[in-house]
């Protein structure tokens, strides 16, 4: 962990950062990761008994995408095959789905876990060589990216990868696979952000 | 057979949406708590000086595979009423490699970016916000995409389906598979690492 915070730390400059730099220093270690690996299966067990189905998070931006297109143009946003999907048949209202509120708890949980550890801060985790700005688009175009995937295949890590993983999902096993092969392919390339 | 409790209607869909924030929660915090929420350690995975998003997911599959696997035996859980997605072989590659891309380029995925904005990463945020431009753009792109999106279909199709295997020998296969991945981790850790 310690090579880690110092060159977070030294790519830091300015008061506010100074001040992320030291609660990033105050901050608790993260979990074991077969600990917080079994949490999480746990959860997503209880999904499976409670619910019949997984986790998810792309799903949540399909309807919210719905729910905004249709209020700009309803006729448009139903007359997509996509996003008519998410609307239904209008008797309910698209942002009441379950994924949606899923998220909002994640949100939530993700907030909680980090205030206990301390590791709650406004930050923009970069590289060295990266500017604020550039590592900001290089977020923005990696959503927009993950989500149009994550439409194509039905699902994305969450949905596709974690939840169809353990239900041994023939097309989530090909999901899986293809989204660590992506990555690793192209990961070369892009190593500068945080060289 | 009593579970799934919500298709054997212990529960409305109002009810529904008071345990989907509640699972989530549950989500959220154990991400946090992987360091999930962190571009930095994430993309670590992809550059082999750490592991933990391997060891996380692998370990989280393992774990529910298991529970499903062992209710159902018991005869708690009734494995036919658990929603799979359906296999659609063509665009799910497609889509996994542009996930991968996605996954490098942003250094979050959607789940965690969302813990990441919630423990106040800007650029987490940024990537929240790239969720709905992307998804805008597949929408309005469907018309040409339709038909390579359903192209590929095998309805809801297991490993097992596919291999002609009993589900139990799959099971075992992908615990060893698992197993041998985490040891695998630690060697590449050694070999890579940062940390120690």
């Known amino acids: ?195 | 057979m009593t579970a799934p409790f919500f298709k054997y209607g212990a529960f409305g869909d109002e009810t529904s949406l008071v345990i989907a924030f509640v699972i989530g929660i549950g989500f959220g915090f154990f991400l946090e708590r992987a360091g999930f929420g962190s571009a930095r350690k994430l993309v670590s995975q992809f550059y082999l000086n750490d592991l933990a998003v391997f060891k996380v997911m692998f370990t989280a599959i393992v774990t529910a595979m298991l529970g499903v696997t062992y209710l159902s035996w018991l005869g708690v859980l009734d494995l036919s009423l658990v929603y799979l997605t359906p296999t659609y072989i063509w665009p799910q590659i497609a889509g996994g490699l542009i996930l991968g891309v996605g996954f490098v380029v942003g250094g979050y995925c959607p789940g965690t970016s969302v813990a990441s904005m919630a423990t106040g990463r800007l650029d987490g945020l940024a990537f929240v916000l790239g969720l709905p431009a992307g998804t805008l753009l597949f929408a309005e792109l469907f018309p040409l995409i339709q038909r390579f999106y359903d192209s590929g279909g095998f309805g809801q199709r297991t490993l097992p389906d596919v291999f002609s295997l009993p589900y139990g020998v799959v099971v075992f296969a992908v615990v060893l598979m698992a197993i041998g991945g985490f040891y695998g981790a630690s060697l590449l850790e050694r070999r890579f690492g940062t940390e120690r």
């Open chain 1, 1 to 195: 962990m310690s090579s880690n915070t110092d060159t977070l730390a030294s790519s830091w400059s300015g008061a506010a950062e100074r001040d992320a730099a030291a609660a990033h220093a105050r901050s608790a270690p993260y979990s074991n990761p077969y600990l917080a690996g079994i949490g999480l299966g746990l959860v997503l067990l209880a999904a499976f008994v409670v619910m019949g189905r997984g986790l998810g998070a792309s799903g949540a931006v399909g309807s919210l995408v719905a729910w905004l297109v249709h209020g700009v143009a309803p006729e448009h946003a139903m007359s997509n095959g996509f996003l008519s999907g998410y609307l239904g048949d209008g008797s309910v209202h698209p942002l009441k789905a379950w994924l949606v509120f899923e998220v909002l708890g994640v949100f939530v949980g993700a907030l909680v876990s980090g205030l206990l550890a301390h590791r709650v801060a406004t930050v923009v985790e970069r590289g060295p060589r990266v500017t604020v700005g550039l590592r900001l688009a290089m977020a923005f175009v990696g959503g927009a990216t993950m989500a149009f995937g994550a439409a194509l295949a039905r699902g994305c890590t969450s949905g596709q990868a974690l939840t169809g993983g353990s239900m041994l999902n023939a097309g989530s096993w090909a999901t899986m696979m293809c989204i660590f092969g992506g990555a690793y392919a192209v990961a070369w390339f892009f190593r500068w952000q945080w060289k």
